[in-house]
């Protein structure tokens, strides 16, 4: 679809530019805006989805705009805000990287202070909420910055808990949720956060480049995007909308085939790919721990969706103590076989730096166990478990 857009763009680039591209994204975000809308999740089985909402409040179409990617929506919220020297915003030791970097790029010129919770795995929802709530509750945060779902380790933030916890103590919410769409069914308007990100391009299968920001309506005369167009209007207050809506002459098929991802999931019945990815998610993980003794998961099942992380015990007696850890591999080695021999691209770091290892799997449609079987397979060939 993308390469649609991208001929149909050349065939007549004036009448796409001045007539045909910008109605079509604006019912492009009004179907977006609906399915960021969803009034129920009716999955209870692993508790994920059993938040229920009684109202449906559809999530207004002019809140949301189409960005390039996460990096792009955190900044332009981030970048925009005027802080004070007294303000305080509040990240994580999982923040991602952009994320904390754009925090940092805002400290210099302001000079605000920095809390980081410090967050350790496993977890659960009760010690990550008893994480942050000293912070919030001091009442001295200005900018509380929450994944929905964190990048390393991959786990579900208690979003539902956590914002009316910030907002209650007086912080403005801005969720990184560059994870989330297309993982975990979301409602926004329940949610009530700030300003949210997410990426079109992880888990709705949209090609790189398709991103929205969310910003609430009474919020929107602050945002702007980071580059500056004929958008911008300094005569009125609230330019949102236009500005993001034309940030210069660009492709914008990442954008329209937004279209195709949505139609893509809803014909699908957008809550049973919810279900399938969780349940192989929790077998594929099971499948590891069953098989490597000692090997355990970073957060419960009420935290994880289509993202699991599986600790690599030391050895076969279950022995995880990090000192003389992994004999007979290193990842380096590991990747080597993995990429070259069977063809597969895991995602395994270390929990912190010299700390326990552990692999990432990502569960999508047109994966199933024996995939991770071959994955299992593939790994004791090459790791000494002695
Ligand atoms: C939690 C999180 N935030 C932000 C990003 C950045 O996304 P992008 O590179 O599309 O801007 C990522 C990318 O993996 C991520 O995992």
Redesign the pocket.
């Known amino acids: 679809m993308e390469r649609r857009w991208m001929s149909e763009a050349q065939a007549n680039t004036l009448e796409w530019f001045s007539y045909k591209v910008r109605p079509m994204l604006r019912e492009i975000r009004a179907k977006l805006a609906t399915y960021l809308s969803v009034r129920s999740f009716p999955r209870t089985d692993h508790g994920q989805h059993s938040l229920k909402f009684k109202y449906q409040i559809q999530v207004p179409t002019s809140t949301v705009v189409f960005v390039?990617?996460?990096?792009?929506?955190?900044n332009a919220v981030v970048r925009s805000l005027n802080f004070k020297p007294t303000d305080t915003v509040l990240l994580t030791n999982v923040?991602?990287g952009?994320?904390r970097n754009a925090v940092l790029f805002a400290q210099k010129r302001f000079g605000f202070n920095i809390i980081t919770v410090d967050l350790s795995f496993p977890t659960d929802e009760n010690q990550i909420l008893e994480a942050f709530r000293p912070h919030l509750e001091g009442g001295n945060v200005t900018l509380a910055l929450f994944?929905?779902?964190?990048?390393?380790p991959?786990v579900i933030f208690p979003l539902d808990k956590l914002i009316p916890m910030a907002k209650e103590n007086g912080a403005m919410v801005l969720v990184?949720?560059?994870?989330a769409v297309g993982q975990v069914p979301l409602n926004l308007t329940a949610l009530n956060p700030d300003f949210y990100?997410s990426?079109g391009?992880?888990w709705m299968c949209s090609p790189?480049g398709s991103?929205f920001l969310y910003v609430r309506s009474e919020l929107q005369y602050l945002i702007h995007p980071t580059v500056i167009s004929f958008g911008y209007n300094p005569t009125l207050n609230n330019t949102y909308v236009a500005e993001f809506e034309w940030i210069g002459t660009r492709d914008f098929s990442a954008w329209l085939a937004w279209k195709t991802a949505l139609e893509f999931r809803l014909n699908l019945t957008d809550t049973a790919v919810h279900a399938y990815n969780n349940d192989l998610c929790l077998n594929a993980s099971q499948l590891f721990i069953d098989r490597w003794p000692g090997a355990y998961r970073l957060a419960p099942s009420n935290m994880t969706a289509s993202l699991t992380n599986v600790v690599i015990p030391c050895n076969n007696k279950g022995n995880n103590s990090t000192a003389g850890c992994y004999v007979g591999w290193d990842l380096v080695s590991l990747y080597e076989v993995l990429h070259t021999k069977w063809n597969i691209w895991p995602f395994i770091t270390e929990l912190y730096p010299g700390g326990p290892r552990y692999i990432r799997l990502s569960c999508q449609i047109y994966l199933s166990l024996a995939d991770y079987e071959l994955l299992a397979t593939a790994m004791d060939s090459v790791i000494s478990w002695n």
Do not use: C
């Not at 390039?68 to 955190?74: K, T, W």
């Open positions: 390039e990617n996460a990096s792009q929506g955190i923040t991602y952009m994320a994944d929905h779902i964190s990048s390393g991959a990184d949720g560059a994870h990100v990426n391009h992880k790189p991103a």
